[in-house]
């Protein structure tokens, strides 16, 4: 069956740099989520879409941007990026009908900040 | 805050039952229990999640107390494979609608040789 893809699966960029992450979802799912998992730490919330319009935030960097595209993928913008950024950022895509639907997470992208 | 309340490590010897305990004294009546796994550095994978009934896929079972403040993830037979991080969840059941899914803590699961 297929499963969210993610690239690049490892990315390495410099202070100030931009970077910009993609997802695709498993096909017929509208709900994409962006997570961001620092060293050590437990996967933390960023932003999903619904439909390709925003439908949550969490504590997404003013810096970041992202979007969901006509064809459900989105794409995750870092820009001015910090060492702090260096983690491992999840993609998870659901269909959001009836009620409690899983969500399907990707493999990461393994991102580096020098 | 939290709201759920997970040990922070359990061992378990392979080919035995893992039983993981979650607390949720908080739950609503419309929230569900859901547990994921994170095996290192992978993405987070479904077990399993339920209401109030007992659930059993080919992964795990879920036991839920009658009052729902608290459940436990069965494992019947771990093997080292199943050596990960433990999520429990509550999310709200939406219809039509689909819901982030914030992790806590989570419970390190060593299954030994």
């Known amino acids: 069956a297929a499963g969210v893809i993610q690239s690049p699966r490892h990315l390495i960029k410099e202070k100030r740099e931009t970077a910009t992450l993609k997802c695709y979802p498993i096909?017929?799912?509208?709900?994409v989520y962006w997570y961001q998992q620092g060293p050590g730490q437990d996967p933390q919330f960023l932003i999903s879409f619904y439909e390709k319009m925003q439908s949550d935030k969490g504590s997404i960097p003013d810096r970041f941007s992202a979007q969901q595209f006509s064809d459900y993928h989105s794409e995750l913008n870092m820009s001015s990026l910090e060492l702090g950024d260096s983690a491992l950022y999840f993609c998870?895509?659901?269909?959001?009908?009836?009620?409690?639907?899983?969500?399907?997470f990707g493999s990461g992208t393994q991102l580096s900040v020098l | 805050d939290a709201k759920t309340t997970q040990p922070t490590s359990m061992d378990c010897a392979e080919g035995r039952a893992a039983n993981l305990p979650c607390n949720h004294s908080?739950?609503?009546?419309?929230?569900?229990v859901y547990w994921y796994r994170q095996i290192h550095s992978q993405g987070p994978q479904y077990i399993i999640h339920?209401?109030?009934n007992n659930e059993t896929n080919e992964m795990a079972s879920l036991i839920i107390t009658e009052d729902r403040k608290s459940s436990t993830l069965i494992l019947p037979h771990a093997t080292l494979r199943d050596t990960a991080v433990y999520y429990c969840i509550v999310r709200v059941a939406w219809v039509n609608r689909d819901d982030k899914i914030i992790f806590g803590k989570g419970t390190r699961l060593h299954i030994l040789p």
């Open positions: 908080t739950i609503s009546g419309n929230e569900y």
């Open positions: 998870a895509s659901s269909l959001a009908e009836g009620a409690n639907e899983k969500l399907f």
């Open positions: 339920g209401l109030k």
């Open positions: 096909p017929r799912h509208d709900t």
